[in-house]
């Protein structure tokens, strides 16, 4: 089971990319210390409400903070898979690395500090 990392933004939406993921990143690590980004919390509160965060269909919708919404659940949701097979360990964990190398490499990055 890979997890589907694409963070291509598009248009104005890669303002601030980097602030966003170590945001994210950050509230992974440790929730209660670390505010959640606001975009990661419009995305969970839009996927368990099942609406869009303004009125109004999907093309009324500002493309930005879509494309925001969607890189950190996708980043979200990377970084929890990335724990759960981690702590599962084995062949699992091993080809859940060579599936999702670009996350693996994002995360060694952010682990070291690097990526600001």
């Known amino acids: 089971m890979a997890c589907r990392f694409d963070c291509n933004l598009h248009q104005r939406g890669k303002r601030n990319t980097k602030k966003l993921i170590k945001g994210v990143w950050l509230y992974e690590i440790d929730p209660v ?23 109004g269909g999907w093309l009324d919708q500002p ?9 950190a659940y996708r980043l979200y949701n990377g970084f929890v898979e ?19 190398k670009n996350l ?9 500090g690097e990526y600001d």
């Not at 493309?63 to 890189?71: C, G, I, L, P, S």
């Not at 990335?82 to 599936?99: D, H, I, L, P």
Request: proline share 3%; glycine share 4%.
């Open 63 to 71: 493309a930005a903070m879509t494309n925001r919404m969607k890189v």
């Open 104 to 112: 693996i490499d994002m995360i060694a990055s952010l682990a070291k």
């Open 33 to 55: 210390e670390n505010r959640i980004p606001k975009y990661l919390e419009i995305a969970i509160d839009c996927k368990n409400w099942n609406t869009l965060p303004l009125a």
């Open 82 to 100: 990335y724990r759960k097979f981690r702590k599962t360990g084995g062949e699992s964990w091993v080809t859940w690395q060579k599936e999702n």
